[in-house]
């Protein structure tokens, strides 16, 4: 650090700075990168007791995701996962929740609100998903279709086998 300081005064306090930073939020407990507290890691993932497949028809027929050229399947996973939940009326959104949390009380409720705007998923954006993802669809597997589905397929893990115990159809659009 003192060769820094001495040749670098500017990157040395960039240095410094970035570490009382660093500090400040491992004290707070807010996970930054580059660097992830251990309490993120430290304990084992629960299995699930009910697993969840995506399933995607286009006129009527499944989609293979996994193999279905530029489509990229995680991301189209999570993106359907994101939806699965926005549109259950059950679902308490964490999103609002810690947008509230950390920001209500540190900026103005104007500021607040063009925060919720930009970040939370509001009624308008979540009705557009359906066509965005007909076109998302359709420009990465250059097919052309009328409709698409979004089902969801419930199994439990039993006797070294999965078990289908339900079908939930999630969404229907026409395009």
């Not at 707070?28 to 084992?44: D, H, L, R």
């Not at 027929?61 to 359907?80: A, H, K, T």
């Not at 669809?137 to 999965?162: G, H, N, P, Q, S």
Request: with cysteine; net charge neutral; proline share 3%.
């Amino acid at each position: 650090m003192g060769i820094l300081f001495m040749t670098n005064k500017k990157g040395f306090f960039f240095v410094i700075l970035f570490i009382v930073f660093q500090a400040f939020f491992t004290y707070k407990g807010v996970q930054t990168v580059p660097f992830f507290n251990y309490g993120m890691f430290s304990e084992p993932y629960p299995a699930d007791k009910v697993s969840e497949k995506y399933i995607i028809k286009l006129d009527g027929e499944v989609l293979d995701i996994e193999n279905s050229g530029n489509i990229f399947p995680y991301m189209l996973y999570e993106n359907l996962r994101i939806y699965k939940k926005l549109v259950d009326p059950n679902y308490d959104d964490v999103v609002l929740k810690a947008i509230h949390r950390r920001f209500e009380k540190r900026v103005s409720q104007a500021t607040l609100d063009q925060l919720v705007k930009k970040i939370w998923n509001d009624e308008q954006s979540i009705k557009k998903f359906p066509e965005w993802l007909c076109q998302f669809i359709a420009k990465r597997t250059e097919r052309k279709f009328e409709t698409l589905e979004f089902d969801v397929e419930y199994y439990t893990y039993a006797d070294k086998k999965y078990n289908l115990i339900g079908t939930e159809s999630i969404m229907k659009h026409e395009h």
